[in-house]
């Protein structure tokens, strides 16, 4: 699986053909989980380093979006934490969740900057 990491807030308009897309075929579907959404909460609120992570499939297709930041050092969450957003979470594509946790779980363990919390 192909990852790569988004740190520029212009990754959402990058991302934009595909993410809700992708949304209305994940379990992750809704108004929480959408491009407008996680952009719009990202320049209002957002704070510390964004980093935005894409899983593609060797034929390029995307099967998964994690939308981090880490708002001080040490610490990683998911962008519209901050009691605003009732649900957040990874978007999968159904039938990928496992090989996209997989690959989650990975990068977070060694490609990611270092966290604790």
């Known amino acids: ?3 790569t990491t988004y740190t520029d807030p212009n990754c959402f308009d990058t ?3 595909e993410w809700n897309l992708l949304v209305a075929q994940s379990s992750a579907s809704g108004l929480f989980a959408t491009r407008e ?3 719009t909460w ?9 980093h935005l992570v ?3 499939d060797d034929a390029d297709k995307l099967l998964g ?7 001080s050092a040490g610490q990683i969450s998911l962008v519209g934490h901050k009691e605003v957003t009732d649900y957040v979470d990874v978007i999968f594509a159904r039938g990928h969740e496992a090989a996209c946790y997989q690959a989650l ?3 977070l ?8 919390e």
């Open 1 to 3: 699986m192909k990852i």
């Open 15 to 17: 991302l934009a053909s």
């Open 37 to 39: 959404w996680l952009q």
């Open 42 to 50: 990202w320049q209002t609120l957002g704070e510390g380093d964004l």
């Open 54 to 56: 894409t899983l593609r």
């Open 65 to 71: 979006i994690v939308p981090l930041f880490y708002p």
């Open 105 to 107: 779980l990975d990068y």
């Open 109 to 116: 363990s060694t490609q990611a900057p270092a966290w604790h």
